[in-house]
């Protein structure tokens, strides 16, 4: 079945899976700003790996209400601008559209089926998920999870740096939309990209949390790639604890051994640089919030000490501050 599928967010994870779909077949469009759309309508969207380079030519625009309503919109772009293209991702959707979130963090969705007061969240989260509750919907949202190395090298070229390991994990919000999550990976599904449908998506979050945290907040401090801060002995301790607290953190929720052992991960891991770290590098606004944020606020609602998380969200929140690119108000000055 061709399906009509709109990337909103065509950089570096979402730039591959555009290159894919419409490798595949797909009737694929996506939604890009600045020079990265210029170069895609000139001269198409190029994804490169393990040596070979892919070239498809997407209807690209930086207005989605320009675009027909689409079968899924996949939403890949970073958790801070959520809350302003809630509009965007609206105008794509009819009354069967499912809307696929493939992001970092823990997604506002999953927040919001979280039996908790609204208050409990900081001010930043709370607008996310008030606003994409409104205009987008549990009811008609798919969760994503990527496990790919990707960076754009230029502008209308995506670079993947681990052709051997680019999985994709997806599972339904909601049960009105598991007929278009099963389409969508077997949309995705090839020799090049392996996608999977989880029964068990939750757990899924913490598990990729826990690293995304630990990864993500000590190297965007420190400028070290993944594998090295693993690695690092001066380090242990740190990424020990944090690692600990997101685990704990999960289980009050009763997300429980979703932790592999750091040795195993240090193995599977590779060495590239953090989401965040290269949000940091780039002077774009970081998906702090949800990763660290959105630990410490659960963590403080079931009462779950997470005092090493607190201090990297600290840390980070006020580097962002310095280099002007925080992506909410300081808390304290909101």
């Given at each position: 079945?061709?399906m009509?599928?709109c990337v909103?967010g065509?950089?570096?994870i979402?730039?591959h899976?555009?290159?894919?779909?419409?490798e595949?077949?797909h009737?694929v469009?996506?939604?890009a700003?600045?020079?990265h759309?210029?170069a895609?309508?000139e001269?198409g969207l190029?994804l490169?790996?393990?040596?070979?380079?892919v070239?498809?030519?997407?209807?690209?625009?930086?207005?989605?209400?320009s675009l027909?309503?689409?079968?899924?919109?996949?939403?890949t772009?970073k958790t801070?601008?959520?809350m302003?293209?809630?509009?965007?991702?609206?105008?794509?959707?009819?009354p069967?559209t499912?809307v696929?979130?493939c992001?970092n963090g823990?997604?506002?969705w999953?927040?919001?089926?979280l039996d908790?007061p609204?208050?409990?969240?900081?001010?930043a989260i709370?607008a996310?998920?008030?606003?994409?509750?409104e205009?987008?919907?549990i009811?008609r949202t798919?969760?994503?999870?990527?496990?790919?190395?990707?960076?754009?090298?230029?502008?209308?070229?995506?670079m993947n740096?681990s052709?051997?390991?680019n999985?994709?994990v997806f599972?339904?919000?909601?049960?009105r939309?598991?007929p278009?999550?099963?389409a969508l990976?077997e949309?995705?599904?090839?020799d090049?990209l392996?996608?999977?449908?989880?029964?068990t998506?939750e757990?899924?979050?913490?598990?990729?949390?826990?690293?995304n945290?630990?990864?993500?907040g000590?190297?965007?401090l420190?400028?070290m790639?993944s594998?090295?801060l693993?690695?690092?002995?001066p380090?242990?301790?740190?990424?020990?604890d944090?690692?600990?607290?997101v685990?704990?953190v999960a289980?009050a929720?009763?997300?429980?051994d979703?932790?592999?052992?750091?040795?195993?991960t240090?193995?599977r891991v590779g060495?590239h640089?953090?989401?965040?770290?290269?949000?940091f590098?780039?002077?774009?606004?970081?998906e702090?919030?949800?990763?660290?944020?959105?630990?410490?606020?659960?963590?403080?609602?079931?009462?779950?000490?997470?005092?090493?998380?607190?201090?990297l969200?600290?840390?980070?929140?006020?580097r962002?501050e310095?280099?002007?690119i925080?992506?909410?108000?300081?808390?304290?000055?909101?």
């Amino acid at each position: 079945m061709t399906m009509k599928i709109c990337v909103y967010g065509a950089g570096a994870i979402g730039g591959h899976l555009a290159v894919r779909l419409a490798e595949a077949g797909h009737d694929v469009s996506v939604v890009a700003r600045g020079p990265h759309l210029a170069a895609i309508r000139e001269a198409g969207l190029s994804l490169q790996s393990d040596g070979k380079t892919v070239t498809v030519h997407p209807q690209a625009t930086d207005d989605p209400s320009s675009l027909p309503t689409q079968d899924i919109v996949l939403v890949t772009v970073k958790t801070p601008a959520l809350m302003g293209i809630a509009d965007g991702i609206a105008a794509l959707c009819g009354p069967e559209t499912a809307v696929a979130f493939c992001v970092n963090g823990l997604p506002w969705w999953y927040l919001a089926s979280l039996d908790v007061p609204q208050d409990a969240w900081s001010p930043a989260i709370a607008a996310m998920i008030g606003a994409l509750t409104e205009k987008v919907g549990i009811s008609r949202t798919i969760g994503g999870i990527a496990f790919s190395a990707n960076h754009v090298e230029a502008p209308g070229l995506i670079m993947n740096s681990s052709p051997t390991a680019n999985r994709f994990v997806f599972g339904e919000a909601d049960e009105r939309v598991r007929p278009l999550c099963a389409a969508l990976v077997e949309a995705l599904s090839s020799d090049t990209l392996d996608a999977v449908h989880s029964e068990t998506f939750e757990r899924e979050i913490w598990k990729k949390l826990s690293l995304n945290c630990v990864t993500g907040g000590i190297g965007a401090l420190t400028g070290m790639t993944s594998r090295n801060l693993l690695i690092f002995p001066p380090l242990a301790d740190l990424t020990r604890d944090a690692w600990l607290e997101v685990g704990a953190v999960a289980a009050a929720f009763g997300m429980t051994d979703i932790l592999a052992p750091l040795k195993e991960t240090v193995a599977r891991v590779g060495n590239h640089k953090s989401s965040m770290l290269q949000d940091f590098e780039l002077r774009r606004k970081p998906e702090i919030e949800t990763l660290l944020g959105g630990v410490s606020d659960l963590g403080r609602l079931k009462g779950v000490p997470v005092p090493t998380i607190d201090t990297l969200l600290a840390l980070t929140r006020a580097r962002a501050e310095t280099l002007g690119i925080a992506p909410f108000p300081n808390p304290a000055q909101s």
